[in-house]
């Protein structure tokens, strides 16, 4: 074991893991030795390419029962794109591993849970989508279109009344659904963008702002009235309309007015 860990270090992984999977494929290892082999080197590896050999390994023969492992180390970025293709390929249920690792890892080990959900279909994956998936992290832009599909927001946004949790989730995603400064803004590739922004708006306005929903508000104008970031749809007579209620609300007095009541609650000292 000790000798092929040594043999690992050689080479750059991601340049060889698909060459080196397909050579075992087609050798027809036995796949209990195959998943023996995989757990002792993500447990005992000395080098990251041997714990991602593992991972591997894992991916080819594991079971349920290799889903703690690979959830742990799913949490370290070095292996989180390793972990979720063992998860995926291995796990009765990959969405549900894949739910459990987003919901504990962070950063881009997060990233890559989430983008993986495409395609769940689970109603408690669904609404954590919307509701807790985006934690204002800069890097929340980066699977931002996964969970608006996923969660179909448009289809949230449009319900008759939403808790503020909902809301508020909803308005992080969307704030990284149109973030100039990100990867670039995903909002124009969701085909229910104007119904969702429509949703969002008349949330917000029907409830009273409050300043967490200001900032997304804010955010989002940006994105409508960035002439680089929503070209493609600014002659478009739906989003004209979106952009001028978006841009109304936002130079509203009473929406400044949410910027100083908060400042003076802040500054109010308690008695």
């Not at 293709?85 to 990959?94: G, I, M, T, V, Y």
């Not at 739910?99 to 279909?121: C, K, N």
Request: aromatic letters at 8%.
């Amino acid at each position: 074991m000790s000798t092929l860990d040594k043999q690992l270090r050689r080479i750059v992984w991601r340049d060889h893991a698909r060459t080196l999977e397909a050579t075992l494929q087609e050798r027809s290892l036995p796949s209990d030795r195959v998943r023996q082999l995989g757990r002792w080197f993500t447990m005992r590896g000395e080098h990251p390419n041997a714990v991602q050999f593992g991972m591997l390994l894992l991916g080819m023969a594991g079971t349920d029962h290799d889903s703690e492992i690979l959830k742990t180390l799913g949490t370290f970025w070095e292996f989180s794109a390793e972990a979720c293709e063992a998860l995926l390929r291995s796990h009765a249920d990959p969405y549900r591993a894949l739910f459990e690792l987003a919901q504990q890892a962070e950063g881009w080990a997060r990233v890559d849970a989430v983008r993986r959900l495409e395609g769940a279909s689970d109603p408690e994956i669904r609404d954590w989508l919307i509701r807790e998936s985006c934690t204002g992290d800069v890097l929340d832009s980066y699977f931002a279109l996964t969970a608006a599909k996923v969660g179909d927001l448009a289809d949230v946004l449009s319900r008759e009344s939403l808790d503020e949790v909902t809301l508020d989730g909803a308005g992080r995603l969307l704030e990284a659904l149109t973030d100039v400064d990100g990867p670039g803004p995903a909002l124009g590739a969701y085909d229910d963008a104007v119904r969702a922004l429509t949703g969002y708006l008349r949330h917000a306005t029907t409830r009273g702002i409050t300043l967490r929903q200001l900032w997304s508000l804010l955010s989002i104008n940006r994105f409508l009235n960035d002439p680089y970031a929503s070209e493609k749809w600014r002659e478009d007579q739906e989003w004209r309309h979106v952009r001028h209620q978006f841009t109304k609300l936002v130079g509203d007095p009473a929406s400044r007015t949410v910027v100083f009541l908060s400042k003076q609650v802040h500054q109010t000292p308690a008695t």
